[in-house]
């Protein structure tokens, strides 16, 4: 990783132009071809540096519900259980944790009453009853950047 890709970085995650064509002004604010940045861009993505390039919307105020579930999934189960949770649309990521709850997953969904259904319907689907949702009370991140 060079100095461009820590400027490039740096800038997408802050100010990432919203227009017709916005990696031709990330180029010009990095002096480099439009070419360049999406030869750099995908190039990040296959080392796994980037992940995505997106929007991050507030979802309570868009009107989605949304919960921080633990699982308490045996060692023999965890592959089918892993299976059948990112088969589900509302998932967003999960992750496997040294701990007696060894899955964890966010869930989010359109509403109250189809996050309630989709919980259910993950459990009843896995056979795992034993997950707990644990619903966020205030927002302590709201912001996650990362200076390269």
């Known amino acids: 990783m060079d100095d461009i ?3 490039l970085l740096n800038l997408i995650q802050e100010d990432f132009p919203i227009t ?7 180029a010009a ?6 070419d360049e940045v999406l ?7 296959e080392e796994g540096v980037i992940r995505r390039i997106g929007a991050v919307f507030d979802l309570r105020k868009l009107g989605f519900a949304s919960t921080l579930c633990a699982a308490r999934v ?13 088969a589900c649309s ?16 966010t869930l989010i969904a359109t509403g109250e009453e189809e996050l309630a259904t ?5 459990k009843r689907e896995t056979g795992i009853d034993d997950i707990l949702s644990l619903r966020a009370t205030r927002t302590f991140k709201i912001n996650a950047r990362f200076d390269v």
């Open 5 to 7: 890709d820590r400027k």
């Open 20 to 26: 017709a064509a916005p990696f031709v002004e990330v």
């Open 39 to 45: 030869k750099r861009i995908e190039r990040l993505k």
């Open 118 to 122: 989709a919980f259910a319907g993950i």
């Open 29 to 34: 604010q990095l002096s480099i071809g439009e």
């Open 90 to 105: 509302g998932v967003t990521h999960n992750y496997r944790r040294d701990d007696e709850y060894n899955i964890w997953f």
């Open 74 to 86: 045996p060692e023999g189960e965890v592959r089918g259980f892993v299976e059948a949770v990112n």
